[in-house]
């Protein structure tokens, strides 16, 4: 079932909630003038009035409450909104199945591995409490050297959200050769807001001096970025007003603590995103095919834990594809390094075993299943992808 489906159920949920909330409302607001009513009635006679009188005012206010039938206004409101949140209840439990034990399969881990994607994932997300109460309770002691880069890529992250950009231009200004080998301007970027701070809070004659320091000797590179600095230096403590405002933007300061945070696990080895999350994140994609799947092999009576390929596609999307597949288009296999891709003259190309298929032979020519040409397994060449 689609979650358009799913959604369009909710929104009809929520519609009968406001109704409901609404009539709600509506009725305290009716009762509630009636006994103001009520109220105002007996304080205007209540020097000159018997308790005879203001019984009747009473009772005037019950007979009303009464014609107005306040509980079973809502009662019926209220029993819609039940009607429409079981029915709902109902298509939750009938499009989602709470037990995903049905696509677990036993496979055996490494957990001394396990145990440090764990505690790299808690010192990665700056939980350094957590990752080394982790380690002591998993004995796995050599995972501690994850935490001092990522304790010093906090400090710099930290430093720079208070404004601080020393700590960064000082690890940039290390690792500058790297940074220019993963071609990042990363050091440049850091540089100009620097310079665009000292502008704003400083003296026009302190940029400019830390310009003719620090910026110069990107001058060769990057000119175009350098003069439009330049030109800042006309606009001294008043850039927000000028045609340079842009520099002022505090999305320059997020989107560099990003690149910052990628270039330094770039130079650790490590991935930008948590080896962990990104797996966590895949599997929550492929399991609803993996359950589907699991039901109608259980309803075959077929082994799910024996099985060592799936029998069906799992489309996790393309930001969850890192490296180039091919499935050949004759057998429908993937290539693997013992059945590779290969390029035939005519340009198609096929899985070498559907090649060795085709040609029943080393020598024997065969005819391409996708044009006129005809080829040999000698003249066919493996690809590399």
């Not at 305290?28 to 103001?36: F, L, N, T």
């Not at 009035?49 to 009772?59: A, E, H, N, R, Y």
């Not at 208070?162 to 993963?182: G, I």
């Not at 850039?239 to 945070?261: G, I, M, N, V």
């Amino acid at each position: 079932m689609e979650l358009s489906t799913i959604k369009d159920a909710f929104d009809r949920v929520a519609k009968k909630q406001r109704l409901s909330s609404s009539k709600a409302q509506e009725v305290i607001d009716q009762v509630g003038r009636e006994i103001e009513q009520a109220l105002t009635k007996m304080h205007s006679v209540h020097d000159s009035t018997s308790s005879s009188d203001q019984k009747s005012i009473l009772m005037e206010l019950n007979s009303k409450l009464n014609e107005m039938g306040p509980l079973k206004q809502l009662e019926g409101s209220q029993k819609e909104l039940n009607v429409a949140l079981s029915k709902y209840a109902k298509l939750l439990e009938k499009s989602f199945n709470p037990d995903i034990s049905k696509a677990y399969r036993n496979v055996d881990f490494d957990t001394h591995t396990v145990n440090q994607i764990i505690a790299g994932h808690f010192y990665r997300r700056g939980l350094f409490d957590l990752g080394d109460c982790f380690i002591n309770e998993s004995g796995e002691s050599e995972a501690t050297y994850l935490k001092s880069p990522f304790l010093e890529m906090y400090q710099i992250l930290e430093a720079m959200k208070c404004r601080n950009l020393e700590p960064a231009l000082n690890w940039a200004t290390t690792n500058c050769e790297k940074l220019m080998q993963n071609r990042s301007s990363l050091e440049l970027k850091l540089h100009r807001l620097q310079f665009v701070e000292i502008l704003q809070k400083g003296t026009r004659a302190d940029a400019l001096t830390y310009a003719r320091t620090y910026l110069a000797p990107f001058a060769s590179r990057h000119m175009a970025e350098i003069q439009k600095l330049m030109g800042c230096l006309l606009w001294a403590g008043r850039l927000d007003c000028s045609p340079y405002a842009e520099f002022l933007s505090p999305t320059h300061w997020e989107k560099l603590a990003e690149e910052l945070t990628q270039q330094f696990c770039c130079l650790l080895g490590q991935s930008f995103e948590s080896p962990l999350s990104v797996v966590i994140a895949a599997g929550v994609q492929g399991l609803p095919t993996l359950l589907k799947l699991a039901n109608v092999m259980a309803s075959k009576k077929q082994e799910w834990q024996a099985m060592k390929q799936l029998p069906v596609p799992v489309d996790l999307g393309s930001e969850f594809q890192f490296h180039s597949i091919f499935v050949c288009p004759v057998s429908r296999d993937q290539g693997s390094e013992e059945n590779p891709p290969m390029l035939m003259p005519c340009g198609h190309v096929l899985c070498k075993q559907s090649i060795v298929k085709l040609s029943k032979s080393s020598t024997r020519t065969f005819k391409c299943p996708y044009c006129p040409l005809e080829a040999t397994v000698a003249v066919c060449r493996q690809l590399y992808f």
